[in-house]
């Protein structure tokens, strides 16, 4: 059999070795898959679908993932925490190009992290026959492999409590590691200072993070700050951050129907 190759591009990849910034848009209500393509219409780079504070299932998940796939707009699917290394597999074999594992404390949990989403040698993971990644082709063994370990398997670590900060760099020292993603709300308020990003406390780990992925070579993310130009710019025109969340669909929502229909008051005074 001859070699096959996808074409589908890891946008994460691509965008951050250029040095620009991957913008990914959140999923965590809407399970119609369309909203993939307003979200590819409006220029974000990659998905990131939230299993973790959802009720999405991993159906919609894969029906998600798959228009991201068709869209050019790369799909990252972030699971429950200690959900399990199977859970972690089916999200991969339902067509994510990555996970976004929550709450990585030490060493031992970004290993474990890379460990699931690898195939050997890099890591443990169950081989499987057609992958979305390859289009449900068949797909020789080395080929299967290498290209899912290099381009379609990004291991998201995020980084949100005082232990996690306290072993930052050791986190970011493990081989296969691609981000360490700031969960701004859970170590905030993990360190005294909910919703208080301007504080020395918050602000100070945040640079931890950045040097630490500036020593190690690793994508420094943002997820949990959203439309606060001044923080966006101190984190990615000072910080160097490579990968945002920019905003959530939920969020989106609230805030365009808040001002359609205050727009509607303002005119008409009722």
């Not at 080929?143 to 072993?167: G, Q, Y």
Request: charged fraction near 20%.
């Amino acid at each position: 059999m001859g070699s096959i190759s996808t074409s589908y591009t890891n946008n994460l990849l691509q965008k951050t070795a250029k040095g620009q910034i991957c913008k990914a848009f959140g999923i965590r209500l809407v399970t119609n898959p369309q909203v993939v393509q307003l979200a590819s219409n409006c220029g974000y780079d990659a998905l990131f679908i939230d299993l973790e504070h959802s009720t999405l299932s991993l159906h919609e998940a894969s029906l998600l993932c798959m228009a991201g796939l068709g869209s050019g707009i790369t799909p990252f699917v972030r699971v429950p925490y200690q959900c399990g290394d199977g859970f972690v597999q089916r999200v991969l074999d339902g067509g994510a190009m990555g996970v976004i594992f929550p709450h990585i404390h030490n060493k031992d949990d970004a290993i474990s992290a890379v460990s699931i989403c690898k195939y050997p040698p890099t890591g443990k993971r169950s081989m499987t026959g057609q992958l979305p990644y390859f289009r449900l082709q068949p797909t020789p063994a080395d080929i299967f492999t290498s290209e899912n370990n290099s381009n379609a398997s990004s291991v998201f670590v995020m980084i949100e409590t005082r232990e996690s900060i306290d072993n930052v760099e050791e986190i970011a020292a493990v081989d296969g590691i691609d981000v360490l993603l700031i969960g701004s709300n859970d170590l905030a308020t993990e360190l005294g200072v909910p919703a208080q990003f301007k504080s020395s406390e918050f602000q100070s780990a945040v640079k931890a993070v950045s040097r630490a992925c500036k020593k190690y070579g690793k994508i420094f993310g943002l997820a949990g700050i959203y439309e606060n130009e001044e923080l966006h710019d101190w984190a990615l025109n000072k910080l160097g951050a490579g990968f945002v969340l920019v905003q959530q669909d939920s969020g989106i929502l609230a805030r365009a129907g808040k001002d359609c229909a205050s727009a509607i008051t303002a005119l008409t005074g009722r």
